[in-house]
């Protein structure tokens, strides 16, 4: 979250029409892509949200 209240959210998805808006990336490019999105304050609308990754298996972790 962030200090308008905004989330972010990461994973993984293989999905081809994974739902992308003002993406850095908006084409799904191999086995599983990783993905980042961020939510308003609301949780209801997308501000943000892009596929990242290569032509094979790509994961989003955290430290």
């Known amino acids: 979250?962030?200090?308008s209240?905004?989330?972010y959210v990461a994973g993984y998805?293989?999905?081809t029409n994974?739902?992308?808006v003002s993406p850095y990336d908006g084409s799904?490019?191999?086995i599983d892509d990783v993905f980042v999105t961020k939510l308003d304050a609301s949780g209801s609308g997308?501000?943000?949200s892009t596929y990242l990754g290569g032509s094979s298996?790509?994961?989003g972790v955290t430290a």
């Open 13 to 15: 998805t293989n999905s």
């Open 28 to 30: 799904f490019n191999g």
């Open 18 to 20: 994974f739902p992308t």
């Open 5 to 7: 209240g905004n989330a």
């Open 46 to 48: 997308l501000v943000y």
């Open 1 to 3: 979250m962030d200090g």
């Open 57 to 59: 298996y790509d994961y």
